[in-house]
């Protein structure tokens, strides 16, 4: 059977308000949101939302604290902008696994992986995963976690099912499932225990049992 290339499906994101001043095509503006954005996921991934302030993120960028409230009105909004930038680490992440002509299962494969090490890596994953959980406590609407990924993963997996890589009884819905919460336990249990720096072996662990579980043979 000729091998199925995958389609690439889109993850959604809610638009939401998080910006003042200057339109972000202006290279200045857009590098100066971008080093401000920058500090505070470095901040929010360390200490979370309440203990992060906008004085320190501004001491952090060495700007005034107005200069921050000139491009992000509140600290609920500059929460947002990360997690909003969280999540548009994912749509680039597929792009670039899918440009290199893996079949479908390889494609979950690489893709997961490669998001374990950026959670190991990325300040702005680190912090987009941390506010979700926290989200409690933001005074703003943030976007439904697990959703993309699952729609994602089940796409996917229903491709590598079309194309004979997975076991007849497995069906793509409950694999994708499992897949997410299985590799989101495993990176929030690493987070837990080792602040991360183990999550690529742990997940390489707990992925490579599911993919043994539901391959076809």
């Given at each position: 059977m000729p091998e199925a290339r995958p389609a690439?499906?889109?993850?959604t994101q809610k638009k939401i308000v998080t910006r003042r001043g200057p339109h972000p095509k202006q290279d200045r503006s857009a590098r100066t949101?971008?080093?401000?954005?920058?500090?505070?996921?470095?901040?929010?991934?360390?200490?979370?939302?309440?203990?992060?302030?906008?004085?320190?993120?501004?001491?952090r960028v060495r700007m005034t604290k107005g200069a921050v409230y000139f491009h992000y009105p509140s600290k609920e909004a500059l929460a947002v902008a990360v997690?909003?930038?969280?999540?548009?680490r994912w749509p680039r992440l597929l792009k670039e696994v899918s440009a290199e002509g893996f079949g479908p299962m390889d494609t979950v494969v690489h893709l997961l992986a490669r998001a374990a090490r950026a959670?190991?890596?990325d300040s702005v994953v680190q912090a987009g995963a941390r506010l979700q959980i926290e989200r409690p406590q933001i005074?703003?609407?943030?976007p439904t976690p697990y959703v993309d990924w699952t729609d994602l993963l089940t796409s996917l997996l229903t491709s590598a099912h079309e194309?004979?890589?997975l076991r007849r009884e497995v069906t793509p819905e409950a694999a994708a499932r499992s897949l997410v919460a299985a590799f989101f336990g495993a990176q929030h249990i690493s987070d837990v225990l080792h602040g991360r720096t183990d999550v690529v072996e742990r997940w390489a662990e707990v992925g490579g049992l599911l993919y043994h579980a539901i391959r076809a043979r």
């Open positions: 690439i499906p889109v993850f949101r971008q080093l401000v954005l920058a500090a505070a996921a470095e901040l929010f991934a360390r200490q979370g939302f309440r203990r992060t302030s906008i004085q320190a993120v501004a001491d997690v909003e930038e969280h999540y548009a959670f190991r890596d005074d703003a609407e943030l194309a004979g890589e």
